[in-house]
């Protein structure tokens, strides 16, 4: 169900919205904010380009005005019982700071009990002060690194020279590892937060998954890491350690096996993700000055309403 409010100008800071943060200054009431057209799709896209990969269920509004040009923002978002979800929102550059961005924000999702959206604010400078001053909080993010591979797989290799491992433990290529569990797993831990890694198809015959490793424990799948190769760089796609095998051995296991098997098959710098909670790899990060290549966050504003099914 597509909900759309009425096309007008947007409402006062404080006013009826039982959510309003209040923080957009109505600077200049030419400016009106509504729903997009059907024939304004080009300026949705031109504005909001990541959105049209995934269309389903978005609603478009548009801070439009008199005079050339004629739209200055755009926003997108999923309205959903639980709260306005994806949202999305650009302002013009020259139009920027006078208030059109929070006025938009008040407007989409003043009357919801909570709001989400994603930013990767390593691009978007603005997104982070933008979001904090109108009342979203960082709830979870990804970041991306990368690093020369020779020294953390010297590092890792050690720490597993190390580590004693149960007799039953025993570490498989993907070809090789049983399908159905490595996808649960998969499914499980990684597909569920997908917004933060669209990566989610297991094709287990794909040679450029051939540093994949998977561990298995009294032959059981216990961690799995998929990764992939793109020329000298090896690429660790997803990581997942069953809660069982958490805080221990299973994580570098994994690790330095899967650095082997890039190195073997040319790849010299390792790219790699953590969220903000896994404070291990954010210290191996660091430790290994990997350079950051994007920081992907996800913004939060009130609760979202329990559904009853
Ligand atoms: C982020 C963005 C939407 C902000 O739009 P805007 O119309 O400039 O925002 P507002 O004028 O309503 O700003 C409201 C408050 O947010 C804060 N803010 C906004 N941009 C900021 C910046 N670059 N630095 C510090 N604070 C900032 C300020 O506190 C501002 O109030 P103030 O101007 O009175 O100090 C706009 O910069 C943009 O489109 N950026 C590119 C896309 C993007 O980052 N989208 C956000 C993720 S969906």
């Known amino acids: ?43 949705c896209r031109m504005l909001l380009p990541e959105t049209f990969a995934d269309l389903n269920g978005r609603e478009y509004f548009l801070c439009t005005r008199q005079q050339a040009p004629r739209i200055v923002a755009a926003a997108s978002c999923r309205r959903t019982p639980q709260g306005a979800k994806s949202l999305r929102l650009h302002v013009i550059p020259p139009f920027r700071r006078r208030g059109i961005g929070a006025r938009m924000i008040d407007h989409i999702c003043g009357d919801v009990p909570a709001a989400e959206g994603l930013s990767e604010i390593s691009k978007e400078k603005d997104a982070e002060p933008f979001c904090t001053r109108t009342g979203f909080l960082r709830v979870d993010g990804l970041t991306t690194v990368e690093a020369e591979m020779a020294e953390i797989r010297a590092y890792m290799s050690r720490l597993r020279d190390r580590m004693h491992l149960p007799e039953s433990a025993r570490l498989i290529s993907l070809a090789e590892a049983p399908m159905e569990q490595v996808a649960r797993l998969h499914a499980e831990y990684i597909a569920r937060a997908g917004e933060l890694n669209p990566w989610r198809a ?50 570098t296991l994994l690790l330095a096996e899967a650095l082997d098997r890039g190195w073997e098959r040319g790849a010299r710098r390792v790219r790699f993700s953590y969220s903000d909670s896994n404070r291990d790899t954010q210290k191996l990060a660091r430790r290994f000055k990997a350079e950051v290549i994007s920081v992907l966050a996800k913004f939060q504003r009130g609760q979202p309403a329990t559904v009853e099914i």
Request: aromatic content about 6%.
């Open 1 to 43: 169900m597509v909900v759309s409010r009425q096309a007008g100008p947007c409402h006062q800071p404080g006013a009826s919205a039982a959510y309003s943060y209040g923080v957009s200054k109505v600077r200049d009431d030419s400016f009106q904010i509504r729903p997009a057209r059907d024939d304004e799709w080009q300026a």
């Open 202 to 251: 297991v094709i287990a015959g794909n040679p450029r998954l051939a540093p994949s490793v998977i561990l298995l424990v009294d032959g059981r799948v216990e961690a799995i890491l998929l990764g992939e190769l793109e020329a000298s760089l090896a690429i660790v796609r997803s990581r997942v350690v069953t809660p069982r095998f958490q805080g221990g051995w299973a994580n």
